[in-house]
């Protein structure tokens, strides 16, 4: 169950899916508890189903329900507390994200390309608008993660505290949260379980905030750190794992972590009147995008994502 939550961040690392645990617990309880319950059902339904014991072993099977649990508690039951709706519907997820993950599988397979988080994005978009018209769920539909405080005034000082909390944000987003403690617990994660993945996810985060700030971002989705969690996961997927780790490589996971700024906006606006979660859409099309093109790039050395691991042993594999 906790390399579940250690894929979140595309690791097996027991430790480090604690410490996500953790950052989801420390913020939010209730969201906590959510994910909890999603991963239990998603894993024993995975197992009586028949469901590859590597790939169980490894948390992938997991990590979606974890996420879409986290999430469900925020969009379709935000202020409630842990209620027995609340926990029947992360079930109902947790049993919906098998059969998604399993299809992602079998589908993106035929392009060589991982499932990543659109089982879970995919879960919350039916899920989530759908909450309200079960009554007896008793479901409280939120607009997403709570906005930031108003931009802090005195100097330069207090616009480097705004940005580092900014950043801190982001991490925190991973796993739903808006808490600067949980965004430094999730970054302690990635750390311990490569170092490589936590200086890039750092470079994501850092450039997308600012590319955020630059393009005039409002004030509350700058501050909660909405534009630096796609931007770290991205960089954590393309740099040292879905390609070989190279210059090349990092200016490209770059670029393409400062698009998810206008393919969040976009799909923020695209899925207001329908009620759907942007959550990590952005990241994951634009991942799908890249691992797509690998073909057309010569200069990069793609990686089968049967050989995935930390980008550490991916390296030493394949040198």
């Not at 947790?94 to 059969?99: D, N, R, W």
């Not at 970054?187 to 996810?201: E, K, N, V, Y």
């Not at 954590?236 to 969040?264: D, E, N």
Request: aromatic share 10%.
């Amino acid at each position: 169950m906790l390399s579940g939550y250690g894929q979140i961040c595309f690791n097996d690392n027991t430790l480090s899916g604690l410490l996500f645990l953790g950052a989801c617990m420390v913020a939010s309880p209730q969201q906590g508890v959510s994910g909890l319950v999603a991963v239990l059902v998603s894993t024993a339904a995975s197992y009586g189903l028949g469901v590859p014991r590597a790939q169980l072993r490894l948390g992938l099977y997991s990590y979606n329900a974890a996420l879409a649990g986290m999430g469900l508690a925020l969009f379709a039951f935000d202020g409630r507390g842990i209620t027995v709706g609340g926990i029947f519907y992360a079930a109902l997820l947790g049993l919906l994200c098998v059969p998604l993950t399993a299809a992602s599988f079998r589908i993106l397979s035929i392009w060589k390309i991982p499932p990543l988080a659109l089982p879970y994005c995919l879960s919350l978009a039916i899920l989530v608008p759908a909450a309200p018209r079960f009554a007896a769920l008793g479901a409280a539909v939120s607009a997403g993660s709570p906005g930031a405080a108003a931009p802090a005034s005195g100097g330069a000082s207090a616009a480097l505290l705004e940005y580092a909390n900014a950043a801190a944000n982001g991490f925190a987003e991973i796993v739903w949260q808006h808490n600067a403690v949980s965004g430094l617990m999730v970054l302690a994660g990635i750390f311990i379980a490569s170092r490589i993945d936590g200086l890039s996810a750092v470079c994501g985060v850092c450039a997308a905030t600012l590319f955020g700030r630059l393009l005039g971002l409002p004030q509350g989705d700058f501050g909660a750190g909405v534009l630096g969690y796609n931007a770290a996961l991205l960089m954590i997927v393309l740099f040292g794992r879905g390609y070989a780790a190279s210059r090349p490589c990092f200016f490209f996971a770059l670029c393409m972590a400062l698009l998810t700024a206008p393919m969040l906006s976009f799909l923020s606006v695209a899925f207001m009147p329908f009620g759907i979660p942007v959550g990590a859409f952005p990241y994951t099309i634009c991942a799908f995008m890249a691992l797509a093109a690998k073909d057309g790039l010569k200069k990069l050395h793609w990686i089968n994502p049967a050989e995935w691991g930390v980008p550490e042993t991916i390296r030493t594999n394949t040198v």
